[in-house]
């Protein structure tokens, strides 16, 4: 292969014009559950399904059967007028070489993905990184939308996302830009992470850290980072936990603020959901935080845990993530 830069694409996609009237299947596949939807330009869904994911390359499988499926319950005429698939996968993916390079939650290495999905589905299948592709959608047609320079943090079971700077996409060295989960925020004294550092934001940030730490602190479980968000006008525990959460959050993207100046921040992923008293926060502490710099508005995404399944269908309608 020569320099020369690839396209986010298995088979050439971008030759094909999805037009207004064509369908487009996505899939987002997480670590415990492969969604799938066929929607039209509007983002109607026309059929939907999910299944859980299966360990190791099988997952691919379970996509092209999913897709499969989920095609075969379109009647003849809707089903001619799909035109284009994305797949978004976790982990780290080669997009360019169409390469699942490694995901620890559903446990694959260096698979291939070739022309498995377009043999199979008979149209141009792109793939991507699930994070760059939900929040590229984020950024473009959702809560960061008409913004030049935008930070969007999908926070989920982890914290990651995506970074925006005038007008363009960031793509990093390995593809993907805005790993905001892995700052490390509390070196000494911190909880380990997954990832092999110790006190990372999402150590303390994710909705998995924040539904933790609560039944730590007070020894009852908790099921979700919601039901701490909901009990935050009367509970002192859940206040001190949202507090930790937000404090993590503010001094992880502190310097990312420095470097960037975003004018704003997007709060994507499940969590959003937690909606504006996440937002105000995250703001005050970032604005105690900056002397020679405006605080960035700080605003919750559209798309919330659907930000995978809505970056799939615009990323497999527009083509690449620009
Ligand atoms: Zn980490």
Known sequence: ????????????????????????????????TIKAEISDAAGTVLAANAVATPRGEAAFDAMIELGDKLLATLPDAARTRVRRAAVLLPGVVDSARGIAVFSANVGWRDVEVGTRFTDRWGMPVLIEHDVAAAGWAEWRFGGGRDRDTVCVIIIGTGISGTLSVAGRFVRGAIGQAGEYGHIPVRRTHGIPCPCGNIGCVETVASAAAIARAY?????????????????????P??????????????????????????????LGGGL??????????????????????????????EYGARAGLVGAARFARHGSLT
């Not at 690839?6 to 997480?30: C, F, I, N, Q």
């Not at 730590?216 to 935050?232: L, P, Q, Y």
């Not at 993207?253 to 921040?265: D, F, K, Q, R």
């Open 272 to 301: 959003a959901g937690a909606g504006e008293i996440l937002a105000e926060r995250l703001h005050d502490a970032l604005t105690d935080r900056l002397r020679v710099i405006p605080g960035p508005q700080v605003v919750i995404g």
């Open 1 to 32: 292969m020569t320099g020369k830069p690839m396209r986010s694409t298995t088979t050439g996609g971008d030759d094909l014009v999805v037009g207004a009237d064509d369908l487009v299947l996505g899939l987002d596949v997480g670590g415990t």
């Open 215 to 235: 039944a730590r602190r007070t020894g009852s479980e908790c099921s979700s980072a919601a039901d701490v968000f909901a009990m935050i006008a009367t509970d």
């Open 237 to 266: 525990d859940a206040q001190a936990v949202v507090a930790d959460a937000v404090d993590a959050l503010a001094d992880g993207l502190v310097g990312v603020v420095h470097a960037v100046c975003p004018e704003a921040i997007v």
